[in-house]
């Protein structure tokens, strides 16, 4: 790989966690430490302050294993993904911005995360998601078997917004119903991950 070092012999290494994708640190490394991550798999950095390599985790014991390392455009920046093992910031935190590190599944994660406050709130709440907790399990259930035929009749016929719609309503259900027993998206992934192995 080509990299192209600044006039300090340096390039910065982006850390990005492998499987949430979120950035964790940003560190420079010179030709040593990059030939040292590769050999090694744990990320090693120059340290600008100490003037010397050194490997994250090699005090605290939270290293960052190496899963690839990316190049950008210019062959002046790296992105490289690991597997964190703890917390990766000096102060304690996921990352050094303060930021959890947790699967992030974008417009879903919001709505888990507006599904789980009906929940906690369905005593005060007036909404449709709220009033299906009031109901219980069964309800629950079973208005993700309703909308499961539904997008299964909608799905022999040509009309593709409403399959797309009714494929949308069991989805929301769905989601309301692994909250129900107390699961989310993150349970369902784990579940794929183990069965791909």
């Known amino acids: 790989m080509k990299i192209t070092y600044d006039e300090k012999g340096l390039v910065p290494a982006i850390i990005q966690d492998a499987k949430t994708k979120t950035v964790l ?12 991550t590769n050999e090694t798999k ?8 100490k003037q010397r390599l050194w490997t994250k985790g090699e005090e605290s014991g939270n290293f960052l294993n190496l899963v690839s390392i990316k190049n950008d455009c210019d062959s002046d920046s790296l992105l490289i993904a690991v597997n964190p093992q703890g917390p990766t910031c000096h102060k304690g935190t996921d990352n050094c911005w303060g930021d959890t590190n947790t699967q992030d599944f974008g417009f879903f994660s919001d709505l888990e995360t507006t599904i789980a406050d009906r929940q906690a709130n369905q005593e005060n709440e007036k909404s449709y998601v709220a009033d299906l907790f009031r109901k219980g399990i069964n309800k629950i259930a079973q208005k993700v078997g309703e909308e499961a035929v539904e997008v299964v009749i909608e799905a022999k016929d040509e009309n593709d917004d409403l399959f797309l719609n009714e494929s949308a309503d069991l989805l929301f259900h769905y989601l309301i119903l692994l909250k129900a027993k107390g699961f989310g998206l993150q349970d369902i992934e784990q579940v794929l991950i183990n069965r791909k192995k």
């Open 42 to 49: 744990k990320v090693t950095f120059y340290s600008r302050s």
């Open 25 to 36: 640190m940003l560190g420079y490394m010179n030709e040593e430490a990059y030939l040292k």
